[in-house]
């Protein structure tokens, strides 16, 4: 965050998790204590809001393994035989209960070592999302983590989602590429039957994996185009831009089966940009984004952990009254205080004092 250079390309290369963890001067001054953030978050529940409630709504900007919550790992975990703690520094720590897994959800540190007193008391974001992967092994576990989103989507009638998934954070344990396209297929399937939650997947590349890695997975993802519509890249953005995976996205804007949704690299072909909420603080990047229509996802919930909320929602409000679309989404919801799209469409149009009929509230309807 706080990107303070003219050059659009890393504005718009990134989900906010990639950037904060590449930016080594934030500020977590005025921001909500954890403590303060649930009570807002059941505030926003209290009320009761049947528009936010009710409306069909659209999930562009979520990624699967960020919606492990506490009971699937806890119950995977076990069923696999997989350890269920998290390590901190050179130690390691096991969770004996399920609710002490529970509450290490609410340690995790939005910012690595900044705004916290006791912050080696805390995990950081990678630790506790990657080392969630390591329960999912057998294609039954993935339709489950997917299943377990699918259902949670229904709830909050989320008619089309496109999550997303990391495969290279699978491979590189072991776990071959088909039992996981499986399981997703199979739960893919079942949620448009069972449930009515319409859903197509995108893989992100690690951004700290080889382009030769990013490449091979690609070809994996072409023969699964029944249900990869898109593909984007994930992780940590330290010292590895979007240029490095150029040949695989140029490979991918020539395919007509596969979409560049996620980042922009090069000079031409954003169709869309994650998160991007500082590009409000720029007129000239605003601008720009809105001639050339590029669509925003916003995940509100991510900068709350982390920003004053004042700082935040008068940014999307810009945008929005810039005439940019902005679709607001939720990102990891399992990691960022269990909070999903219903309470992030909530949260937003409480702080920017949007209307029922305004449209970054519409632009979720199918
Ligand atoms: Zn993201």
Redesign the pocket.
């Known amino acids: 965050m706080g990107h303070s250079n003219s050059n659009i390309e890393p504005l718009l290369a ?5 950037v904060i963890h590449a930016c080594q001067t934030p500020s977590s001054r005025g921001s909500l204590s954890y403590t303060d953030r649930l009570v807002l978050r059941q505030d926003l529940l209290h009320e009761k809001d049947a528009f936010v409630t009710n409306i069909p709504k659209v999930e562009l ?3 699967l393994e ?1 919606t492990l919550t506490a009971e699937l790992r806890w119950k995977l975990g076990k069923k696999n035989g997989v350890p269920l703690g998290l390590k901190r520094g050179g130690t390691y720590k096991e969770f004996e209960t399920l609710e002490q897994l529970k509450s290490s959800y609410a340690l995790i540190q939005p910012r690595p070592g900044h705004g916290f007193d006791h912050a080696e008391e805390r995990f950081t974001f990678f630790e506790a999302y990657y080392t969630g992967f390591e329960v999912l092994i057998t294609s039954q576990d993935f339709y489950e983590l997917a299943m377990n989103y699918f259902e949670r989507a229904a709830t909050m009638n989320v008619r089309y989602c496109e999550p ?1 998934f990391d495969p290279q954070g699978h491979t590189r344990r072991g776990v071959a590429f088909e039992p996981v396209i499986d399981g997703l297929r199979r739960a893919q399937i079942e949620a448009r039957e069972s449930l009515h939650v319409e859903s197509k997947y995108a893989i992100c590349f690690l951004r700290d994996m080889s382009q030769e890695s990013a490449m091979e997975h690609y070809e994996l993802a072409l023969q699964a185009r029944d249900v990869i519509i898109g593909i984007g890249l ?1 992780s940590n953005e330290y010292r590895r831009p979007p240029s490095l995976f150029e040949a695989v996205f140029t490979r991918a804007r020539a395919h007509e089966h596969i979409r560049h949704v996620v980042s922009r690299v090069g000079g031409t072909g954003a169709e869309r940009l ?2 991007g909420l500082n590009d409000a603080e720029k007129t000239e990047l605003v601008d720009l984004i809105h001639d050339k229509g590029i669509g925003m996802t916003v ?1 509100p919930w ?1 900068y709350v952990r982390h920003e004053p909320l004042d700082e935040i929602f008068p940014r999307i409000r810009t945008l929005y009254d810039a005439g940019i679309k902005v679709a607001i989404n939720s ?2 919801p399992a990691y960022m205080d269990d909070s999903w799209i219903t309470h992030n469409l909530l949260v937003t149009k409480r702080m920017c004092q949007f209307g029922d009929g305004d449209g970054v509230l519409d632009t979720t309807c199918h």
């Open positions: 990134g989900s906010p998790r990639h900007h979520l990624h960020g997303f994930d994650d998160h995940c991510a990102d990891d």
